[in-house]
């Protein structure tokens, strides 16, 4: 199967910038996609394999006419895939077309290229992309970044507020680590959204300002201005599976207000420090790719991570096990011992 635990979903594949008159190679859910650009600058995705021989389309070059041509023997494929020119060969268009590459749904929003991972291509879900990226008035500063981890970890670490302030006690989670005494109760509020779910918690009762969104499949927004104050900042993550143990990380920070100044950019090295925090234990995790409910000790303040495991096993992971109830408390083997 294609795809295969990512299939049917828009993901971003490469930042707008990246794609410029050169094809482009991306691998998504250990699939080889070269995206390029057509004869108007539109982005075209196909699968990176040559109909003809096989060989990674992407080693080739986009013609004046927009198509892309094989490395190999200079067979040309438009943005639909269909074979447009076999050099050397005097073949009928019909003939001639039968050689086709597989394209995929492509859309180029916010500056990032998002390619449908589906192979029922014809009528793909509508592409949902968070507020920040197409509203006007937004500043967006794009940043990139791949971790060795499987991107259901990544995912997780991004929906995961509790750890903020241990793993970041030195940067962002300074102030609530100083609130928290060993008597301190987190309890998180998700709401289920058109789009994913909705993430707020309480510390000791008092609503703290961590505000977060999950964009199914694969995206996070974490509000740092919260979402009825009247500037907007935001940070927006994709945790995009490259393959079972890389997941490049895609980050779009946006903010209303601030520009492209050199404080704004101090602030963007301090979001790499941060990122850097956290894919230093994302990295270590084992086992790689997080698994069935059951198998971790999971409490509370997993919930929100918990709810997108579940996601994740009925409906992206192949075996499609069902899992109704929040699996919550401890794994069987703990629960008459005393850990
Ligand atoms: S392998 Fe691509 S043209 Fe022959
Ligand atoms: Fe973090």
Redesign the pocket.
Known sequence: MMFAGFAGVWTPAAMARELRQKPVSVTIAAERIVLFRGAQGQPAALIDR?P????A?SLGAVTPEGALA??????EYGPDGLCSHIPLNDLPADKRRRAKAMALPVREVGGMIWVYTGTDVAAPPPLHVPGALTEPGWVLWHYAETWDCHWTRAMENMLDMPHVPYLHRRTIGRGMRRRITRDSRMTMHVEPTEYGMAIRNDLDGVRTSGFLEWHRPNGMALYILPPESKRGFRQHMWCVPVDEIHTRMMLVSARTFGGDNPISRLFDQFNRIILGEDRNVVQSTLPKVCPHPSEEMSVATDAPTLAFRRYYFNTLHESRWPLAEPPLGPPAEHRHGTP
């Open positions: 040559c003809h021989r096989g060989v389309l094989c490395p190999f023997h200079g067979w």
